[in-house]
């Protein structure tokens, strides 16, 4: 049933009435009674008896008869469910989109052809039920047994052949091609090269997938990112051989395709994290690219993140996975050391070939030539890579960790951070001659005078993207300067001079790469007080980075100390090295991946609650308090990896034990949240 409710996550048997006997099949959606009251519900197996001794109800309604929750589906969400502490409820919520009445009744023949490859998906024979869907599956035994490849299934003709183009510049590239048209169930982690056109390699891996017999999920993190990967996708397979499945696609286009890929129409769905629950005949691959993006991670209980369903999806059907990016993860390289992935990199050869010259303006040579260095926010060094650049008549990046043109101000006279009156919100500058408004209930503050001196002047205290491309403006007169942000994101610029000026994940892609990335306020990303502030920091470097025209023609400067870790991964482009070192510390400090952690956020006193309903493992840590968003605190939960199953059901008990009496403040839970301070 659709109530979301803790103590109510388990199926209720009811009675099929003879005239729905029809169309009451698994993974439709029904109409119950419940406590008197009329409640949506998912229609989960058939059964001749039941083993509930007390009355039965009927079903009231089949709202549909279109099975949209496909049993590899039902029982995916169940275990996601169970790995964040949440319910059925709530996951299905995810993974089904809401019905829409007319594109359902839409008849077959008007959806997209099936290509020939499709058809081979879409003929095999599907499960004989839910109970047996269930049942009869099992997973393997453990995650080191999951690595290994898994025999495919016997066909007719051999599979075509798939040209290897760009995974030839990694060792093991073709071979991971082959193994996903043979059949087989290889699990990579794959950090790719500067420059490389990320897409296009992963529409190869779609393509030998489905060249085998198989389907395949992919899951990206925006827009831009969805439609490079259809444009590659298309050229590959062909049009009509996938869906795209994204929130901004609106309520009938959404469900179009959706009903595709559940109708066996084609054999491959691509997507914004929407889309890891896309249902696929026969599947074959699930792939995440950037998995670092934290808009991989759902905002809805139970917050599951689209890397971790997909390689659940993985063990559950013994598919292949893909986890790609420029940067990696600590999640990632736990999979390496675990051995239940393997490594896809370039050898340094062909690295050192294909990175452009990156250079740190804080080193001590650096400080040497440019004392001022140090403090300036645009050194001498990254000022010359930049003209260099124009006068070869090649673009120029500049990344700016701030939108807006000074997101933060402070008085001039004795550097107190300028504050809200009212609310106590940071005070920001929109434009040149704008007027002071608060960030946080948008009230002007036209009269502002610092409450520490009295002044009224006012200086930046952090520069947003707006006033750097007007400062860069004037510094190069005469060249076109472009931003990209969040009130217009560029996805590409012509190959000529010109200055763009971008946010992190605006970066656009200029014809034949750039000739010069600055990497600008460093301090503001590393300094964050966020456990992944260094991972966080490397991943928009190198994304920036890969866009730059390899060495002599192209130069990258950031403006960072050239001893910290991340700007030695940078300058090094070695993702692997920082990663390991990552995951190295959380397990000396006890964070995640290398532990299980959950927190428990809400007011003080249903937090004491909830834990002390909770039947937490005797190996359990319980850290905090620590202050949370509007007067709120949170506790943290820190187990071992091997109990990570018990801490969920602990807690997803007791929050169960209070919605049974009804408490009335909520508490959320989150396991492995992104941020936990």
């Known amino acids: 049933m659709d109530v979301g409710l803790a103590h109510l996550d388990r199926p209720f048997d009811y009675l099929v009435p003879a005239e729905l006997d029809d169309v009451a099949v698994p993974g439709t959606r029904v109409k119950v009674r419940f406590a008197g009251q009329l409640v949506d519900g998912w229609l989960l197996a058939r059964a001749d008896d039941s083993g509930h001794t007390g009355r039965l109800a009927y079903l009231e309604k089949v709202v549909s008869p279109e099975p949209v929750l496909a049993p590899e589906i039902a029982r995916l969400a169940r275990a996601v469910a169970d790995r964040y502490a949440g319910s059925l409820a709530d996951v299905l919520r995810l993974a089904v989109p809401p019905r829409h009445a007319r594109v359902e009744k839409e008849a077959v023949a008007d959806q997209p052809d099936p290509a020939s490859a499709a058809e081979a998906v879409a003929d095999q024979p599907d499960p004989a039920s839910a109970a047996e869907a269930v049942g009869d599956q099992s997973g393997p035994a453990s995650a080191a047994e999951a ?112 009903l595709a890929a559940r109708r066996g129409q084609v054999p491959v769905v691509i ?39 997909l390689l659940t999806r993985a063990q559950l059907t013994e598919a292949a996975a ?52 140090a403090t300036a926010r645009l050194p001498s060094l990254a000022w010359t890579a930049a003209r260099d650049a124009l006068r070869a008549d090649l673009p120029v990046l500049v990344q700016v960790p701030r939108r807006g043109y000074l997101p933060s101000i402070s008085c001039a006279d004795c550097r107190t951070p300028a504050r809200c009156a009212h609310c106590a919100g940071p005070l920001a500058l929109p434009s040149a001659g704008g007027v002071p408004a608060c960030r946080w209930c948008a009230r002007v503050a036209a009269a502002y005078a610092c409450p520490e001196c009295g002044g009224r002047r006012l200086r930046a205290a952090v520069t947003g993207a707006r006033r750097t491309a007007e400062e860069l403006g004037r510094a190069f007169p005469g060249v076109p300067v472009r931003t990209s942000g969040r009130e217009e994101v ?21 014809e034949g790469g750039y000739g010069a990335v600055l990497l600008l306020d460093s301090w503001a990303l590393l300094t964050r007080a966020d456990l992944r502030a260094g991972e966080e ?141």
């Not at 420029?326 to 051995?339: C, D, I, N, V």
Request: no cysteine; hydrophobic share 50%; glycine share 8%.
């Open 322 to 373: 893909l986890v790609g990016g420029y940067a990696r993860t600590a999640e990632a390289q736990l999979l390496l050391e675990t051995g239940w992935a393997r490594e896809v990199v370039a050898d340094r050869a062909t690295v050192r070939a294909r990175i452009p010259a990156i250079a740190p303006t804080g080193d001590d040579p650096q400080l040497a030539r440019d004392p001022g260095a």
């Open 490 to 510: 560029l996805t590409d610029v012509p190959g000529g001079a010109a200055v763009v000026v971008a946010t992190p994940g605006a970066e656009p892609v200029a």
């Open 147 to 258: 690595v290994a490849d898994q025999p495919g299934p016997s066909t007719a003709a051999e599979p075509a052949a798939v040209d290897p183009r760009g995974w030839r510049d990694y060792p093991t590239g073709p071979a991971l091609l082959r193994a996903l048209r043979d059949g087989r169930s290889p699990r990579a982690v794959w950090s790719a090269l500067p420059g490389e056109d990320w897409a296009a390699r992963y529409a190869d891996a779609v393509a030998a997938t489905v060249a085998g017999g198989r389907g395949a999920v992919v899951v990206v993190a925006d827009a831009r990112d969805l439609d490079r990967l259809d444009a590659a996708l298309t050229g590959v397979l062909g049009p009509g051989r996938h869906v795209s499945l994204s929130a901004a696609l609106g309520p009938a286009r959404r469900y179009r395709a959706f």
């Open 537 to 677: 920091a490397l991943r928009r470097w190198l994304a920036a980075a890969a866009l730059a025209r390899p060495t002599p023609a192209g130069r990258v400067v950031v403006v960072a100390d050239g001893a910290l870790a991340p700007v030695q991964a940078l300058l090094r482009w070695d993702a692997g090295w920082f990663a390991s070192r990552e995951l190295t510390e959380r397990r000396e400090l006890g964070f995640p991946p290398a532990v299980r952690m959950a927190s428990v956020t809400g007011p003080a006193e249903a937090v004491a609650d909830l834990l002390a309903a909770a039947r937490l493992p005797e190996d359990a840590e319980v850290l905090g308090p620590v202050p949370a968003e509007e007067g709120r605190e949170r506790m943290l939960v820190r187990v071992p990896r091997a109990r990570a199953a018990a801490l969920a059901e602990a807690l997803h008990s007791a929050a169960g034990v209070r919605a049974a009496r009804k408490a009335p403040d909520p508490v959320r839970l989150q396991v492995d949240p992104l941020s936990m301070f």
């Open 271 to 309: 997507g914004t994290r929407a889309a890891m629950f896309a249902p696929v005949d026969r599947l074959g691959l699930v792939a995440v690219w950037d998995d670092g993006d934290d808009l991989h991670s759902e905002p809805r209980a139970p917050y599951p993140h689209a890397r971790d369903v």
